[in-house]
Structure formats: C-alpha cells, structure tokens
C-alpha cells in the first residue's frame, strides 16, 4: 500500500523505462533505466558499480524476460561467477537457459603493439554476436575505460566510443556502462561525454570510520527523477536502495487502540492504551525499566496474534531473553511461533544509512504489526545528532506509513534535563512515557509518568512501579507532604493505613459487643422486675385469699350462729356462698 | 583474398639469427576494408622478407565467423596475432608501420639494440 504510494508513474510517459528490479532504485528513477538507451554507472573502487550491472542484468532475465549480455573487462567469466553466487545469482545456470551470455575481454598493454591505423570493429562484433546468440535486451560494459589502458590511440579509441554508444543505440538495448570515477570529472576518461542520457554516480564514503554507501542519479534526460543521495547496502539480496520515503504527512490515524501490556498502563492511556500505528517513545535514564516495559509491550503484540520485530542495538537476544524471563515474562514461544524476530546488532557496525536501509529490509520482509527499538539513542554515538535526527524521522515516517506501531526507548543521562531525549524525536512521537528514578529516603524507585500522548485523556499522575516476579506492576498512589511516596515511604505509608484500619475495626467491633452487652443487661434486668412483680402478685394474691377464706369463715360463723337463730333461713342463703368460693379456687 | 592464405616454405634455409622454428600467424579482419587489405599486404611483405618459407599466415574474417574473435581476445580490428614461436603477441593496426611490426613480432629487437 505504502509502496504503492511511494512508487510514481513517470513524469514523462513517453520515455520509455527499463525496471531494474533493484530494490528501491526503480523508485526514484521513476520505472526504471531508460529503455534502449545506455547508462552510465560511475563511482570510485569498490563502490559496487559491477554489483549493480549484474543485479541490473540478472534481474532483467529472471524477472522481466529480457536476455542480457555482460560484456566484462576487468574480471573473467569464472571471477564473475563466483562473485555474485553469494547473492544467490546462478550465472551458469543463466548462461546454459541462453538469458545471460558473458564476454570477458581481456586488453592487455604489453602484449599489444600498435602499428598503424585500426579499429575496434573486432568488440562490435563480438558484441553483436553475444547479443544476436541469446536475443539479448540488455547489456553491461564493464568498464569499458580499461580500454584505455590496454590501447594507446586516444584518438581512435573516442571516435570509437562514440560510435559504441550509437550503436547501442541503434541496437535498441538498455545499456549499462561502468566507469571510474575520476579526479574532478565523474569518470577518468570522460565517458559522461558519450553516455549522456542517464548518469548514475555511486559513491562509497568513510565517515568517522563508518562507510556507508549511496548513490546519486546525475542525471535522467527527458524524465523527473529524485536528486537526492540515496543510501544503499550491499547484502545477501544484491542491493538495495532506500528511497527516503516522502515525507510528507500522509498517513492515515487509526482509531484503533492496543494495549501495552500492562492493563495499570493501559488506564493511564485514556483506558485503552495506545493507538495502533502510532509511535511511542519511552525516555528514561539507565536501569529505570525501559526494555521491561518494552518486553510487556511485545509479549502482548504476540499474544494478540501480530508480528513483532524487536531492535536491540545493546543487548543479544538470548540475553533478553533471559532477563525478561527473570521478571516473569517468556518470550521464547513467540520467538519459537515466529511471531516475534530479534534483530540485534551494534549501533556503531554500521552507519546510520545503514540502519536504515536494514530496519526498511526487514520491516519489508517480515511484515510486523508492532517495532519496539531498543534504544534508539545509540544510533546517535554512530552519526551525529542532527543525521540520528533525520534518520529517525525517516524511520518514523516509514513506519507510519506502514501503519506499524513503534516503540522506541531512548536513554536519558543523568546531567539532561529530564524532557529532553538523546534524539530530539520528542516533537514526532504520539506518546511519550517517562521513565525516571526517585531518589528518597536513602533509595532509588522507579517511576513513570505520561508526559504526552495525543489524542487521549491521559493520566497526569506519577506512578510507582516495579518489576516483580509477573513483570512490570504499577503501584498505588500515595501522596505525602513531599509528593508521590515511594519506596519504603509508600511501604510504610501503606502500613500505617493498615494499622489505622485495623485500629477502627477493632472499635467498631468493641462498640458492638458492649452494645450487645447492655442489651443483655437490659433484658436479664426486664426479666428479673418481672419476677419480681410476679412474686409480689403471688404475696398478693395470697394475702387476699386467706382474706376471703377469713372473710367465709367469719360468714360461716356467723350463718351458723344465725342457723342456731332462726332455723329455717339457713339453706337459702348457703348454697350460692359455697359456690363462688369454689370458683375464686379454681382461678389460682 | 582468401579466408586462409597459406604461403609455406617448409625446409627454408636458416634466418641470420639462425632461427629455424616455425612461425604461425593470424590475421583477423572484419570485411574487406581498406585497413584489412594494407594490413595483409603489409604482411605478406614483411614475411617474405624475414621469415621466407617458414611461416604460415591464416586470415580470419569476423564478419564470416564472429565467434571467433572472442577466442584471441580481438577488440581491434585488423588484429595479427602471433600463435609460433610463443609467447603469444598482438599487433594491432594495419601494419603500415614497419618498424613497430618487426618489434612486435620480436623480429627486431626494439630500437637500435646491441
């Protein structure tokens, strides 16, 4: 897709273009070489202009089905041979299908004496006669300058030349022509004179003993092409050639949101973590957790099914490996499944263009979903800060486009301000999370807070963190006179709370028992007045009876006395009597 | 001129350095031009004089045989190769220059010499 974006029709459809098949060259060539029109290839010793023609005709014949001659001056058949199989290039192979004929021409000084008037009909045709054996589209002469030296006749050999390139022309092939670069002029001997529709100068440069290899279109005729120079490598592929990817601010933003890893983390990005296809720089001084938190992040790309590319530039994967495993976290089974790649290599082996152009290989060949950097800042003690900063905002730009999410730690030391990262990229990342060490109380803690992360509602707090037997786990907050408690300040924090706690529990439940007690009280009290009052009724209750049974005895008495008075009244008045004293009985 | 114009004298007496080998050359041209046909007139000329009867010329045409040309490393066109006695030589040019013919062919040593 980005690809796609990057890859521009030429400018002028007329001009017809012969694709190279050389990783990004075809891009800022805009197609390719010019069809049927010779090429110039110049640069110093050892720059890779031989590598380029046989990519350039290899390619041709393997990819685009046009038959190529390799007319060399310089190394013979065999010596090519061997030269390109490390790039997987089988010339013998080709040469046997007829898609590859190659003619070594060997033009030494001291075996040749001149003896009057010539030409060079005799490499017309033996030109002709490879290119007619296999119908070849393409040719390469490399490097046709050694001509030169072999002959003296500078006269007859520029005439000569001439009449070369015209005949290339006339010919129809796409031609590519090999030169040495010269003092001053970009060839020795002054081929750009002849060869003027497209000059390409490639270029091989020490810098702070770091070599990097680039590459320059001069010049395209009839065609827009990229002026830049261009940074390429040299690998087990052939080349490969880094378009600096446009920088303009065209990718789209996903909504998307994916974890960190660590869901205490993810709530302090807006809830949801990051947004995918954004760019994360963690930022933090040495030892305060960067590649932990690193690890959480491509454990959990891992775990969601996606491809993670890991760059370490200080540490060996097995060394990762371990030290993330010491905290809780494996990342072998993803290794193992494929999902997770390590790339590790020093910063300083290669130059920055280097880093580069391997960083967009890979991310090419394996597609990742997620790119955590580790840590990017090294790349500075390769170039200087101003180049880091260029790379990198090539690389974020690359990557963005790409929609991956990255990762990138960088190291902060000690004596800079805090905000301000090795490689300023602050202003290019989405997200930023600070990692840094609280001195307090005798200790080191590590905390972390989001300084910045567009596009959400992100917490402001500063967190404790630490990296536990399950990984990275972030603490409470506990806010002291001094700020954010950490360490044993939080610790003891922490306890006094629980004393505290456990103090008003145990009141509360003291409360409760006496409470219950009372009730006891209370009620045990209820029931002994009730007793009370019970006996007194039965006192009572008794007093009055043996009044009543008094009271009857008396009546008894006196009805008796009154039977002995006056007979016949007696029965009348004694039955009732005797019967309301039976039911005052039965009521006890 | 033919493709393969052999002048031959096999049992030739001695040259003055008392060389009795024999000498093969070849001639490679590219069509009938005028520079093939000075070259080969040039060189007959010069055998006769120095080599009589001991040497062997043999005319390759490219435009008949192209393929040949890669075999003694032509580029220039006319090309004398000298194949006997060894080492191999190459004189390129339509030999008008005598001089530099007899040095390369080892004729003469070069210049004034001993």
Redesign the interface.
């Known amino acids: 897709m980005a690809k796609a974006a990057n890859h521009r029709t030429p400018a002028n459809p007329g001009l017809a273009k012969a694709p190279t098949g050389i990783q990004g060259l075809d891009e800022i060539t805009g197609g390719g070489l010019p069809r049927g029109r010779p090429t110039l290839v110049c640069g110093s010793a050892g720059c890779g202009k031989t590598l380029l023609a046989m990519e350039f005709l290899v390619r041709g014949a393997t990819q685009f089905g046009e038959p190529g001659v390799f007319m060399s001056f310089e190394e013979t058949a065999e010596e090519l041979t061997q030269n390109v199989r490390s790039l997987g290039f089988d010339l013998d192979e080709l040469a046997q299908q007829k898609k590859l004929a190659i003619?070594f021409?060997?033009?030494e000084r001291n075996?040749?004496?001149?003896?009057?008037?010539?030409?060079?009909?005799?490499?017309f045709?033996?030109l002709?006669?490879a290119i007619d054996s296999i119908g070849a589209k393409r040719v390469v002469l490399d490097t046709i300058e050694a001509?030169f030296s072999?002959?003296s006749n500078n006269a007859i050999l520029r005439g000569e030349l001439r009449r070369l390139f015209r005949w290339l022309k006339d010919k129809g092939v796409t031609a590519v022509i090999t030169g040495e670069r010269g003092d001053g002029t970009l060839t020795r001997h002054g081929l750009e004179e002849y060869v003027s529709d497209c000059v390409i100068l490639l270029d091989h440069r020490v810098m702070d003993q770091m070599s990097t290899r680039r590459l320059r279109i001069v010049k395209y005729r009839g065609t827009t092409h990229e002026t830049n120079e261009y940074p390429f490598l040299i690998d087990a592929d052939g080349i490969s050639v880094l378009p600096v990817t446009s920088l303009g601010l065209q990718h789209t933003a996903s909504a998307e949101r994916i974890s960190s890893g660590i869901p205490r983390l993810d709530a302090m990005l807006g809830g949801e973590g990051f947004y995918r296809s954004s760019t994360v720089l963690m930022s933090g001084t040495a030892g305060s957790g960067k590649t932990s938190i690193a690890a959480h992040f491509a454990a959990a790309a891992c775990a969601r099914g996606e491809r993670c590319l890991y760059f370490a530039f200080e540490e060996s994967p097995g060394q990762i490996l371990r030290n993330m495993r010491s905290i809780g976290i494996d990342l072998e089974p993803w290794v193992k499944k494929g999902l997770l790649h390590f790339h590790a290599s020093r910063a300083a082996i290669h130059g920055l263009e280097m880093h580069l152009a391997t960083i967009h290989k890979l991310v090419r060949e394996f597609q990742p979903r997620v790119v955590v950097m580790d840590p990017v800042g090294s790349l500075t003690s390769v170039g200087t800060r101003q180049d880091a900063n260029v790379m990198l905002t090539r690389l974020i730009d690359f990557l963005k486009m790409q929609g991956i999410t990255a990762l990138l730690t960088s190291l902060t030391s000690g004596d800079e301000a805090l905000e301000q990262t090795v490689v300023n990229v602050s202003t290019l990342v989405d997200t930023w999370l600070l990692l840094r060490d609280l001195e307090l109380d005798g200790e080191r803690n590590r905390v972390m807070y989001v300084l910045k992360s567009r596009g959400m509602a992100h917490s402001n707090q500063l967190r404790e963190f630490l990296l536990t037997d399950q990984g990275v786990e972030l603490q409470n907050v506990y806010l002291g006179a001094e700020g954010v408690l950490t360490g044993s300040a939080r610790q003891t924090r922490e306890a006094t709370e629980k004393a505290a706690r456990l103090l008003r529990h145990q009141e509360v439940e003291a409360k409760q028992r006496e409470r219950v007690l009372k009730r006891e009280a209370q009620e045990a009290r209820i029931i002994a007045l009730q007793k009370e009052f019970e006996a007194e009724e039965e006192v009572a209750k008794r007093d009055i009876d043996q009044e009543q049974s008094r009271e009857e005895t008396n009546r008894q008495d006196r009805d008796r006395m009154g039977i002995s008075r006056q007979g016949d009244k007696v029965l009348k008045d004694a039955e009732p009597l005797a019967r309301s004293h039976e039911t005052a009985r039965s009521r006890k | 001129m033919n493709d393969s114009a052999k002048l031959a004298g096999q049992t030739a007496p001695l040259g003055a350095n008392g060389e009795t080998e024999q000498w093969e050359l070849r001639l490679y041209i590219a069509g009938q031009t005028p520079k093939s046909v000075a070259a080969f007139a040039n060189l007959k000329r010069l055998c006769e004089e120095h080599l009589p009867g001991r040497y062997k010329i043999e005319v390759i045409d490219l435009m008949q045989h192209p393929q040949l040309a890669a075999g003694d490393q032509i580029v220039a066109i006319p090309t004398l190769v000298r194949k006997l006695p060894e080492p191999l030589r190459r004189i390129v040019g339509d030999l008008s220059n005598t001089e530099r013919t007899l040095v390369g062919l080892q004729l003469r040593p070069a210049k004034p010499g001993k």
């Open positions: 003619d021409v060997r033009v075996e040749i004496e001149e003896t009057g008037e010539y030409d060079l009909e005799g490499l045709v033996r002709n006669h001509l072999g002959l």
